[in-house]
């Protein structure tokens, strides 16, 4: 599994702190003054026969550090103290929350493929789950198939939007995708969201700020390209401070989606930048004319159609027989779909 860098900062190793930097420099400061001592001018230990010979103990019996040398030590490391942290991009932020970064030290890893017959495997499988998907199905089928002829380090998929009558399975087919794929899934209800704050987080100084959705998947996961799902995206409201700005979950979108910007993006919260151009994503709408359109021209929709009869009933009895049901509670479950006095609310029925 391929690892990439994940994040635009430099790590330094724990076991090199100040004490620790105070401790090698006093140390290779006793070793150069040592050399400088006449052989003859040194009342060796027992057992010993040269200065350059001693062990450190012995090094410390001789040579004496005055207040001016340790007060030189402690401004030289003062400067690489300083210097390391301005070239790490993280001084800005609590130790907590540099520890969660750390974790992101060594890069983050991408999920791929191993072949193009594995694609052509994942996609008939989804497509036989669910094949009024198939719109949508062909979409991710011919990504997931570019990934592995271009040589790809891991699974690219372009935005997709669903887009099409409510329970017809949409998040449904979503998240199958991702378990066919083996990708960490974030669910995310934009009715129920905060405008954009809800994924891509908050700026410090706002009450209750906090890492966005987004991060705090990638953080727990450390995969590069999870599948994050937006449920609903053109009903989501938009957040206006006190000051007159707005900040709606579409226009959030705009550089998350965006090839360029996503992979220098950079997070409200910790103030650092991200490589997010592998995440995943698939939103999902009733009815894509209430999104913007630079969203939409980043995102096409993908029009999907209503359900027929034969194809819930065929479902139904495909996911009873997952779920280890009874012939007779699959029978029954068609039956009542069935049903003319449910024919009238067949679109709404929910797939999952």
């Avoid at 800005?92 to 495997?121: N, Q």
């Avoid at 998947?217 to 707005?246: C, F, W, Y």
Wanted: proline share 7%; glycine share 6%.
């Amino acid at each position: 599994m391929t690892r990439i860098p994940f994040i635009e900062a430099r790590f330094f190793s724990a076991s090199e702190g100040r004490i620790e930097l105070e401790t090698r420099f006093m140390r290779h400061l006793r070793k150069l003054r040592c050399r400088r001592i006449p052989p003859d001018r040194v009342a060796l230990p027992a057992g010993t026969h040269a200065p350059g010979g001693m062990s450190d103990m012995d090094l410390m019996g001789i040579i004496r550090f005055s207040d001016d040398d340790e007060a030189r030590i402690k401004r030289r490391v003062d400067r690489i103290i300083k210097c390391r942290a301005a070239a790490s991009d993280l001084e800005h932020l609590k130790r907590d929350d540099r520890e969660r970064l750390e974790t992101l030290k060594d890069g983050a890893r991408l999920i791929s493929l191993r072949d193009e017959h594995h694609a052509d495997e994942l996609a008939a499988g989804l497509h036989q789950d669910m094949p009024w998907m198939a719109p949508a199905t062909e979409v991710v089928w011919r990504a997931m198939r570019r990934s592995v002829r271009e040589g790809w380090p891991g699974l690219r998929v372009p935005p997709v939007l669903l887009d099409g009558p409510p329970g017809i399975g949409k998040s449904h087919w979503a998240r199958r995708l991702g378990k066919l794929l083996s990708l960490p899934t974030s669910v995310i209800e934009a009715t129920g969201e905060n405008a954009s704050f809800g994924i891509v987080g908050t700026q410090r100084g706002w009450g209750g700020s906090c890492p966005g959705r987004l991060i705090e998947a990638m953080l727990q996961s450390r995969i590069a390209n999870p599948l994050m799902i937006v449920d609903e995206v053109e009903k989501a409201g938009t957040a206006v401070s006190t000051k007159g700005h707005a900040f709606g979950l579409a226009e959030a979108f705009l550089p998350l989606l965006e090839p360029l910007t996503a992979a220098r993006w950079s997070c409200p919260y910790f103030q650092v930048r991200f490589d997010i151009s592998w995440v995943i994503w698939v939103l999902t709408s009733n009815d894509h004319r209430l999104l913007p359109e630079p969203l939409l021209s980043r995102c096409p929709p993908i029009r999907l159609r209503h359900l027929t009869l034969a194809e819930l009933e065929a479902f139904a009895r495909r996911e009873g027989a997952k779920r280890d049901l009874s012939e007779t509670s699959i029978e029954a479950i068609c039956e009542i779909l069935s049903h003319p006095s449910l024919q009238q609310h067949r679109p709404r029925l929910q797939t999952h």
